[in-house]
T-cell receptor
Framework: SQQGEEDPQALSIQEGENATMNCSYK?????LQWYRQNSGRGLVHLIL?????REKHSGRLRVTLDTSKKSSSLLITASRAADTASYFC?????????FGTGTRLKVLA | DSGVTQTPKHLITATGQRVTLRCSPR?????VYWYQQSLDQGLQFLIQ???????AKGNILERFSAQQFPDLHSELNLSSLELGDSALYFC??????????????FGPGTRLTVL
């Protein structure tokens, strides 16, 4: 099974609203990264959070990490139509990255 | 544009055939990673090379092989192709190794269709 499991699988919101997606993982990690993928295209790195960090911000993105619960959340504030994409968490285990199943976000104009 | 290039963009071939996918990392990046993305399996890590040496192996089939050349470009060879090998194949690169908290930069992918 996937190391990272995103929740929800799909999310549809109105422009201007906030979007929150969650990622759970199974084993110890060195870091966790969030990526965005527009339909059928390459992944774009959004943010990296190290295992000793609890929260990180980048523009309209806020990521939290709770290593005791083995979970992370990605918050996109004031969403825009251009944020429509799939979002993946990637956890770094032993010498390899494991990507979750992704959350498909649709932002309606 | 991530700076990672992949060729070809699309590849259509028949079962039993062999294909080679090519990746050029960002200038200065020493690590190259290969991933397979399919609808049923999601994004799967295949293999990583660092400065010409294999460093980590994921869910790569024995029919698949890869190498990284002295100029740091990499090739992924897929042989005895099966219908289930149809997928998007991504290459990514990073300056160092990901367990050193390095960000990966992804190429646009090669879409392989096996008929």
């Amino acid at each position: 099974s996937q190391q990272g499991e995103e929740d929800p699988q799909a999310l549809s919101i109105q422009e201007g609203e906030n979007a929150t997606m969650n990622c759970s993982y199974k084993t110890s990690i060195n870091n966790l990264q969030w990526y965005r993928q527009n339909s059928g295209r390459g992944l774009v790195h959004l943010i990296l959070i190290r295992s000793n960090e609890r929260e990180k911000h980048s523009g309209r993105l806020r990521v939290t990490l709770d290593t005791s619960k083995k979970s992370s959340s990605l918050l996109i504030t004031a969403s825009r139509a251009a944020d429509t994409a799939s979002y993946f968490c990637a956890t770094l285990g032993t010498y390899k990255y494991i990507f979750g199943t992704g959350t498909r976000l649709k932002v309606l104009a | 544009d991530s700076g990672v290039t992949q060729t070809p963009k699309h590849l259509i071939t028949a079962t039993g055939q062999r294909v080679t996918l090519r990746c050029s990392p960002r200038s200065g990046d020493l690590s190259v990673y290969w991933y397979q993305q399919s609808l049923d399996q999601g994004l799967q890590f295949l293999i990583q090379y660092y400065n010409g040496e294999e460093r980590a192996k994921g869910n790569i089939l024995e029919r698949f092989s890869a190498q990284q050349f002295p100029d740091l470009h990499s090739e992924l060879n897929l042989s005895s192709l099966e219908l289930g090998d149809s997928a998007l194949y991504f290459c990514a690169s990073s300056v160092g190794e990901v367990w050193e908290n390095n960000e990966q930069f992804f190429g646009p992918g090669t879409r392989l269709t096996v008929l």
